[in-house]
């Protein structure tokens, strides 16, 4: 089975808009064993997309689109979708009912304009998808021949609830999978792309479908398999990952979506320790990252956002005679920051992080990218320096990457000591 | 003049990479007065890339694609580009140097191994494109008929640099512009799309190619113009933006890419005054925005992160009773941490955020969402509870939009009650 994404919008084809939805529809219908054979994107025009929706359904018998569903005068995708089926358009009641009642919950006394009435015609004989999440409601629209179109909104929150709660289980209705198409990921962080490849060409090992994945967190390594029953795909998965676990080591940091930040509060909640941090360069980025984990506030106690030498000094206790020797961006700055945060919050663990993220500020000695970490856990510290690659957001995304790497080799390694 | 983007990697149709190249390119080609007239995405296969290349110079002679240039065995572009050119392939000298230099400067003693060699293969008659961030240079290949396949690697930072510094230059020589693509966008926030639509609409005026781009920020608001001459189209764009401003009043806060918080910072540079931040349910990601912006140094000293009541206590001087009373999610106590962090680090503006990001956390009275947030700046003060709707990540992201909206409107009233 597969399926062809459109996604419609001018602010798509200009660039103003990241198409972030074309990447969940695509994971969700993976589970479902539904390929996206071909993505494309075509501006806010009835005729253009009237045309890509018609070349979609004639290649591959089944299309989602998203966008164009909006109050404003610029979203057309359902005129053009009715024009492309040679259906008419018609009031649908219900949504009027729901865009009322929604309305009301939210308190808004505002009546609904002729803006949000637009949003409640729909092709003749469409289903209408309930969007829990905003007040542009989804469509199915299916045809004698099996073919189907399913339209859905532009904005993410909505799109992916209507497609979760309503699309998903009529697809798995209407296209019962012969197999599924399944994936596992091993990430890892602190080693090349190439020397990763070559270590696993070395190794002798093949890996049918093995995607490399790049990013600021390190890379990625994509096992994908499909036409196989869930079972069969699963065993096979697993042996696989289980060899790309020995071949990169103490590289690899988690699975699939698992993001480093929660391997290090689970690490810490191991040992029943909590977290504090003390940042410069990266201005609040490391907090951000471990608080953006439900539940951190276990192990997550909070920490000093130290922008300013004055507040390094004068809240982490960072020496003047260090700043002025070593400077705020050296081993020996993080070091004291790291123990400055652990005292001053009571707490075991304190990770920090100090850098010039640029794009001024280098020096020959520290060019812009410089990044130190420390970390202390009880008794014991570690440091690290690295010049960081990238833009000023890459690099402090980088620098947290870099610190939270860090932690976990500490935390996991004097955890075994102490056993 | 148009184009078509093609992207390229199995990683982009099984949703496991967001697409954010196409948006780059189009904005870059809209400089050039070159519009995107399609964007597909294919997997990495050597037959489909060729197809779709093929097809796509058919349609518009011009293509650039993304992707697929790495040194692993998926990487196909370059085979299959060749393929659908009817162009051997042939190792590219100069780029075996330029990758070796490369090593030896980041001091990398690893020798280039065949996966490296694998990127220097290059079609006959291509023009290697530099690549000053990576390994994998971009190739520029015209033929007789002033057809162009243009090819860059997928990493972003490696397709925008080769882009800017080598593609861009030599579009521009390749297709002189007959006009351009002009945009300007007004940003606003606070207000919900369909009360600015129908606010738009109820004021008269007409704007050709009005786009409405609803997001956590807000609304963002723009204006398109083609075909027109440099200067004729600016001056369009002026008078189509100072429209805008009157029917938005107070809701717009910036145009184009200006980040509310580079707003707030101005204004606090303006009236000689330095900020810090106390946050709680964001963690960090509120001091994270402001020191995005480069020379934030100047007026932001750092703040607090207060996950813990505990912390919020002790650091911030927030009352028991106050949290006994009135809850960690209240005016009051928001009220407190924004006093507190500004006496604690000796600093003008204080800018608190406290609340409920979910998914767990919620009560009747208080549910997910629920954010409260204030601003103290001098003598004055104001704080403001909303509830936000989406999930964890997003409703971290629009309470630190609501607490810099709430410091812009402080700082700027303020600012003038004191003139």
């Not at 979760?164 to 999978?177: C, D, G």
């Not at 699975?255 to 480093?260: M, P, W």
Request: net charge neutral; proline share 3%; aromatic share 4%.
């Amino acid at each position: 089975m597969r399926i062809e994404v459109i996604t419609i919008g001018d602010e798509l084809l200009l660039g103003f808009t990241i198409d972030t939805n074309s990447a969940f529809l695509a994971r969700e219908l993976a589970e479902l064993g539904i390929a996206v054979a071909r993505r494309s994107s075509v501006a806010d025009n009835r005729d253009e997309i009237a045309r890509e929706v018609r070349a979609a359904l004639e290649r591959t018998g089944a299309v989602i689109t998203s966008g164009g569903l909006g109050p404003t005068s610029d979203d057309v995708s359902v005129e053009a979708v009715a024009v492309a089926l040679g259906r008419e358009l018609i009031e649908d009641a219900s949504v009027i009912a729901r865009m009322e009642e929604r309305f009301r919950a939210m308190g808004n006394k505002i009546p609904l304009n002729r803006m949000n009435r637009r949003q409640a015609l729909v092709p003749s004989g469409a289903e209408v998808l309930i969007n829990r999440h905003g007040t542009a409601p989804g469509l199915w629209i299916a045809d004698a021949a099996d073919r189907v179109v399913v339209m859905l909104p532009g904005v993410p929150r909505e799109l992916r609830g209507i497609f979760v709660e309503e699309v998903k289980p009529r697809l798995a209705r209407a296209f019962p999978a012969g197999g599924v198409i399944l994936s596992r990921t091993l990430r890892t962080t602190g080693i090349a792309e190439s020397v990763l490849a070559q270590r696993i060409a070395d190794s002798g090992e093949g890996f049918p479908s093995l995607a490399y994945l790049p990013g600021w967190e390190g890379v990625d390594l994509r096992v994908t398999i499909s036409g196989l029953h869930e079972q069969e795909a699963s065993q096979f998965l697993a042996v696989s990952i289980e060899k790309l676990r020995r071949i990169t080591g103490h590289h690899a940091y988690a699975e699939d979506a698992t993001d480093l930040a929660s391997v290090v509060l689970q690490e810490a909640r191991r040992r029943g320790e909590r977290i504090v941090v003390a940042e410069s360069c990266t201005g609040g980025m490391l907090g951000a990252r471990l608080t953006a984990i439900p539940g951190s506030s276990d192990v997550f106690l909070g920490g000093i956002i130290s922008y300013s030498n004055d507040v390094k000094n004068r809240k982490l206790g960072v020496s003047l005679s260090t700043l002025e020797t070593h400077g705020a961006v050296s081993e020996q700055t993080v070091l004291e920051m790291a123990a400055g945060v652990c005292d001053s919050f009571g707490s075991e663990i304190g990770i920090a992080i100090s850098g010039i993220a640029g794009p001024g500020g280098g020096t020959a000695k520290k060019p812009v990218g410089t990044v130190c970490v420390a970390v202390q856990a009880r008794g014991t510290t570690s440091s690290a320096t690295r010049i960081l690659t990238g833009d000023r957001d890459e690099i402090r995304r980088r620098a947290t990457q870099m610190a939270l790497d860090s932690a976990r080799l500490l935390l996991s390694q004097s955890g075994e000591v102490r056993q």
